[in-house]
């Protein structure tokens, strides 16, 4: 099931969901997959291939670059204060 509207960590996700990367498919095992837009993974949970680079900078987390190459993160925290981006948000 697709469910464009939940924005939850996989773990506090409400049943049946489960993220894209988890369900088993040949795509993901044969291609090295980098994904944004899901800012409360905090680039992390995501199997061996995947990379997660959305760690929450609008919301006062870190810029998160992937140097495809050899695949070596760079982060940069965020100039916003975590206070601004929780109120920002609600």
Avoid at 4 to 9: A, D, I, L, R
Avoid at 27 to 55: C, M, N, Q, R
Wanted: proline share 9%.
């Amino acid at each position: 099931q697709l469910d464009m509207y939940s924005k939850e960590s996989p773990e506090e996700a409400p049943a049946p969901l489960k993220p894209w990367f988890a369900i088993p498919g040949p795509v993901a095992e044969e291609y090295s997959i980098a994904f944004g837009h899901w800012a409360s993974l905090e680039g992390k949970g995501t199997p061996e291939g995947i990379y997660a680079l959305d760690t929450g900078c609008c919301w006062g987390g870190t810029l998160t670059c992937l140097r495809w190459e050899d695949k070596q993160y760079f982060v940069q925290p965020s100039n916003r204060h975590k206070d601004l981006g929780e109120a920002a948000a609600s």
